[in-house]
């Protein structure tokens, strides 16, 4: 019987510690971002457009305050329009994955695939005129992936840093250097 019960203390145990280990070595702002991200997909999932609140997303999820701050009207509502294209790329992706199939974890655990190059310092070529290598940090950096595939990313996303909120999602690659497509540039 005490062998029995020693088998299920230590079978209970390593279930404990694998479900502990996905997010090891993650930091209170890995936590609170990937929360955020969840939400965001949770509540965009199987969502029709027009069910989707913009005041919502822009208030809790996706940050676009320089945006919304703007105070020439017609750019401000240009760049708006232009979002509902480029989020489309957003969701579409957690639709067709399926919000339960989804998953995301900091691009940082991805060192040794190729998603990991446009952060890679190592990698990068020199591009700049004062012969800086140029690539990009991959501080608040996620890779997202299918559940059943966590070792093939599928893409990348980026967080801010002050409000955990998604930034930028899509990554524009060119020759030798890579950076996030976003609207809230100054």
Known sequence: MKRILI???ILATSLGIGQTKISEHWTENDHAQYAKLKELAN?????EKFEISKDSLFKNYVFFDNILKDTVTERR?????AFDGLFDYFKKTVDSIGFENLDAKPVRFYKNH???EPFDEEKAELKTVKGEKMYAKHDNVFAYYRKEEPENPLGVVLLDPETDKLL???????PGYS????????
């Open 7 to 9: 088998g299920l203390f």
């Open 43 to 47: 509540y965009i999932y199987k969502k």
């Open 77 to 81: 509502e240009i760049r708006i329009v």
């Open 114 to 116: 190729k998603i990991y």
């Open 168 to 174: 930028a999602w899509i990554m524009i690659n060119q």
């Open 179 to 186: 950076w996030f497509l976003t609207f809230n540039i100054l």
